[in-house]
């Protein structure tokens, strides 16, 4: 049987999901489809991020938004979603807070949507399906800048 002292251990890297003082960083997740949310809640969680909360549409994600603030490093929001679509729940949370870290998850198709979010103020987004990969590329970017 190999002993755990005769590997060396590659996982001693500090996961990317947390800030330079060890602290993870909280995410809250904006999405109708609790598919899409529980893959994006796994990819970050598999990295150390902490998932502060998750909201099934635009107008929910405002009100966690609030609840949780100041204590929220990133939101990944979908775009088209009920009773608010992300777009406008951005336009509410950017109003409540300048400085917040916004990343849009859109189906492919929705470029015009995209590039109005981002003019309004939005971080970066994400395409799905989502590719583990890129959605960390992406939002650790943003997070590390």
């Known amino acids: 049987m190999i002993a755990k002292s005769d590997m060396p251990n590659i ?7 947390t800030k330079s003082d060890g602290s993870p960083y909280r995410v809250l997740i904006v999405d109708d489809s609790m598919f899409i949310a529980k893959q994006l809640g ?4 598999s990295e150390g991020f902490e998932i502060a909360g998750t909201a099934a549409d635009g107008l929910a994600g405002i009100d966690k938004y609030k609840e949780l603030y100041p204590n929220v490093d990133l939101v990944t929001m979908d775009i088209t ?10 336009e509410k949370i950017l109003e409540f807070d300048k400085a917040a870290c916004v990343v849009m998850v859109s189906a ?3 470029e015009d949507v995209v590039k109005k979010s981002l003019l309004l103020g939005a971080k970066s987004y994400i395409v799905k399906p989502l590719d ?3 959605v960390l ?4 970017t943003i997070l590390k800048h």
Do not use: A, C, Y
């Open 11 to 17: 996982n001693d890297k500090r996961p990317d999901g």
């Open 42 to 45: 796994q990819i970050l969680s």
């Open 81 to 90: 979603m009920p009773k608010m679509d992300g777009v406008t729940s951005l």
């Open 108 to 110: 492919l198709g929705k």
């Open 132 to 134: 583990r990969k890129k």
């Open 137 to 140: 590329e992406r939002i650790l």
